[in-house]
């Protein structure tokens, strides 16, 4: 039998990982992969954090734990394929199942034959159609060299003041890193709250405090129009549709589009990204493709919502898929959660599933919920306060998303929903699963199942709560009074800004139900509104209907408060 | 209609759970809760803590979030119902559906009526059956009296040595504290491993050596026989059955067993606990129990194993169960993983499902894999290294259990597992699932993804792996050629303590075959490995067909090591 021939186009991480697999299974394989950089295998995850200093070996990042070099050498003498870098593909002949490819360095173009192909193109960044991109002190973060020469320049020519144009993941990441450098740091984005797509927009209004906690400065709602120099050629401001923004560094970082030009140009199915199949295989079956190039599909088959969310995380799994199903095991790949996580200063942020905005877009009937509340025992030093937002399917109770935000450790409960998402679990399930409980780790019960349980309250009508932005409405319209059911010295220390609040401890409430009017809406709260809920369903079986919990209490609370009753 | 008269012996933890809930759901119910001792409703888990320094004022265990103390009144005033301490329940009367109990400040006993009754009597701390359990500076550890008087006598006597018997969960907990007081700590266990029943023996080996590291003596494998005294009644030495261990205090904790008297009394059905069904109910369906009284059942109904667990989230779990049956809901609790976990020292310790001892004795046809590596890429600074031991169902593929040791974020990867197993899902879904990637909290395949494809390559005959005890085995027997694939660096700095050793990195292996005999077994290595099993697949394709790699590598190597050559 002929030796099966694989030719794989790309070499940071689907590629490398789709090789060193098939060599593994299919030792006698001829395995080839080619890349249009000279370096690959790069963690390329990593470069906001060499900016910040985390380490200070720029090499790391293309280095295995022991310190080995990923070169094309490396994989040849240990994985046992065939790298060729510094070479692009230029074109998929699909009837000789050949690729021409042009060698960068020399300009020659060969045509290299495959019997399977792996499109492992990944992604780029997005240049937005604005003037000023090339000026120089002007960066991208998606390679190593950026990292880099940022780092560098930073140094030599005392960079100071900084424009993050973007408020996505990377730009999160970056900010961070330059405020460690000690920069001025300006964060402008064109929706009017960070992280769009990612969060909703009460999640984000509570990152947003933090951010700027921290000295980053938000620009939001603002489109940037375009990048101004001087005469010796350097970034000198960012224009927004209504201000200039001084700047002697910026780093643009909108988005990520799918590299699919070569897929389109060979005729394979494409939108927004190449589609594939569960086995990676694009429209046609000797084709595969992975990584960032590629759309994948919400792993709720009842929403089924494609989702171009490229991750270096995905790309090894689809590698992983391909390289089974090429030697003759399927093991499909069930689809993503479009689960995204980073750390901004002491707060981690992310999601799993949908936010309420890509419900309401696909015309889901949902419920949602916002818990907020320690995340170890209020006991224990460690302990830290979090938001979790979680919505469910109104007709199956499937939980949809969860999103998470604060000091408390939200990865670990985002992992805990990105699983149930995965099965299909209901918020019945998530708040049964046997976490591993003990005081430095989380309370007895754990936040991510009381936040199912409330949610689970809230849909069967036992809770009855609002939003931060629904109660802020009310009390915009001075429709509703608020009932603060905390102890007096907490009263004492911070209220909310609104003159009808009533105050009565709850431990005193059975007994002052003369104090509270009947005739008008009723929301509770408390700090996180565990006692607020309390509130709610005492006065509820007091006969009183029009009556409200603030969901997360006062310390989910975007908007103003008064401290010490200033 | 008559009021529904609800009656719940018990108020730690599935007592006021259940009636804080029921009384939420049902506000016209007659709620009340009985109760033996003074406190009510606290939390027994934090008792190490307190003794540790963690906080100072044992009341935290006690008191709300917000500084209010959780006593019969603050449940009166906030949840509704009434609360009677210092009372026992003496006898069910399942005829007449009262309860007769004593109030132990008079010695009056009378009769409580019911309609549902829910027995919430939780564990006691196990006495052996030896002398000298009653001297003074003895202590067991399960009520805030114990962790009070503990740290109060350590003070005033000056305590310096310490004794634990039984290195369980509370042991390991406690053995901690005592060495952060600044004691000497002796932990003495009968079964030769720490933490039996809850580690297999190579996991528990992992973790010996970190305690050891951190001045906790271990005394395994020897039954303590007795507790001498001096003449003023006091505590002098521990003896086992080969030594006499000197001993200022002794902590025993050495299991807890369910009190189940009353129920057994009133002719419930009961094996070793409280036999209950999904709702919660007793063989008298209208007499519920819950938490740490009753036995549970393992989540996995394919192997169906009754598994008693006593813990807190469990017992809260329960309540919930209750309150909603009672008040009409069905919200059946599914059973437990039997998820455990313990911080002890800078490790993580914990497991959730089953260990290969308990698959063994279940007669299940399991596959096991111990994997070993950092938790986060390699370049941050935070990444730790961690051991995960998984076993899965050969039948399905399911996975059956897991377990984690080490420096690393094993709570979070034990978060994922416990999931996993909730819902029944195996190794591939395990490895698909979208956890939250980003460099601060893991690497780009999660560590337990990665484990979940080695045990399935491990299942797939595509990795041949022997885990540390095995390889000591052929080592011991001098059967086996241990090649060792590191860079020549690392060799120099740590070899295997044994004298057929074969040294050829990983990038020259291939070009070096001819250097390693044919007609023996082989068994490969690295730090983690990753390229012990590279190494492993170059040598099966290049038709040697007796070679394995050694499980977690080097770093999960429990016995000894040649450090710099020595």
Chains 1, 2 share one sequence.
Request: aromatic residues 6%.
């Amino acid at each position: 039998m002929a030796q099966l021939r694989v030719l794989i186009i790309g070499g940071v991480a689907c590629g490398p990982k789709t090789a060193s697999r098939l060599k593994r299974l299919c030792p006698d394989a001829d395995v080839t992969m080619i890349e249009r950089d000279s370096l690959i295998s790069y963690g390329a995850c990593g470069l906001p954090y060499y900016v910040e200093g985390e380490f200070l070996n720029i090499n790391a990042l293309t280095h295995t734990q022991v310190g080995l070099p990923r070169t094309a050498d490396f994989f040849q003498r240990t994985k046992g394929f065939k790298v060729i870098t510094r070479t692009e593909a230029i074109r998929i002949h699909r009837d000789k199942k050949t690729v021409a490819v042009k060698h960068l360095e020399t300009g020659e173009t060969s045509e290299l034959p495959y019997d399977k192909l792996v499109l492992a193109t990944g992604g780029s960044a997005f240049r937005p159609p604005i003037p000023g991109l090339d000026l120089k002190n002007v960066w991208f973060m998606t390679h190593p060299e950026h990292a880099r020469t940022l780092v560098e320049e930073i140094k030599a020519q005392g960079l100071e003041t900084a424009v993050m144009v973007g408020a996505g993941l990377i730009g999160m990441e970056m900010a961070e890193a330059l405020i460690q450098r000690g920069l001025n740091v300006t964060m402008v984005e064109m929706v009017d709250q960070i992280l769009p797509g990612i969060l909703d927009k009460d999640i984000a209004a509570y990152v947003q405090t933090h951010l700027e906690d921290n000295d980053v400065e938000l620009v939001l709602g603002e489109r940037v129009v375009g990048l101004d120099g001087d005469e010796a050629g350097r970034v000198t401001s960012v224009r927004t549709d209504r201000r200039a923004i001084p700047a002697d560094c910026v780093v643009v970082a909108v988005g990520t589009r799918p590299n699919d030009e070569l897929a389109k140009a060979a005729g394979l199915f494409c939108d927004r990204g190449i589609l594939v199949n569960e086995n990676c295989q694009t429209s046609d079956p000797d084709i595969y493709a992975g990584g960032d190039c590629v759309v994948n599909r919400f792993i709720n088959k009842t929403v089924a919502q494609p989702m171009y969310v490229p991750l270096g995380s995905t790309a090894n799994k689809h590698g992983r898929t391909i390289a089974n199903h090429i030697a003759g095991c399927q093991t499909p790949f069930p689809g993503i959660n479009g689960t995204g996580v980073v750390k901004a200063f002491d707060y981690t942020v992310g999601r799993t599933g949908l936010t309420e905005t890509m419900a309401r877009r696909l015309g889901i009937d949902y419920a949602s919920i916002v818990w907020g509340g320690p995340d170890r025992p209020h006991y224990m030093k460690k302990a830290r306060y979090f938001l979790i937002k979680m919505l469910a399917d109104k007709r199956d109770r499937k939980v949809l998303g969860v999103q998470v935000a604060g000091a408390g450790d939200g990865a670990k409960r985002l992992d805990v929903a990105a699983s149930t998402i995965y099965y299909g679990g209901t918020l019945e399930d998530l708040a049964d699963i046997d976490l591993a409980y003990a005081p430095p780790f989380s309370p007895p019960i754990d936040p991510i199942a009381v936040c199912a349980h409330v949610l689970s309250n809230k849909m069967d009508g036992i809770a009855r709560c609002l939003n931060v932005y629904e109660t802020k409405e009310r009390m915009d319209r001075k429709e509703v009074i608020l009932l603060d059911v905390r102890e007096p010295d907490e009263n004492k220390m911070l209220k909310m800004a609104y003159e009808r609040v009533v105050h009565i401890p709850l431990g005193e409430l059975r007994e002052r139900l003369n104090e509270i009017p009947r005739d008008t809406d009723i929301i509770t709260f408390c700090k996180i509104s565990l006692r607020g809920y309390e509130a709610q369903r005492i006065l509820q079986a007091a006969g009183f209907d029009r009556v409200w919990f603030m969901e997360g209490g006062h310390e989910a609370w975007p908007f103003e408060l008064d401290y010490l009753g200033m």
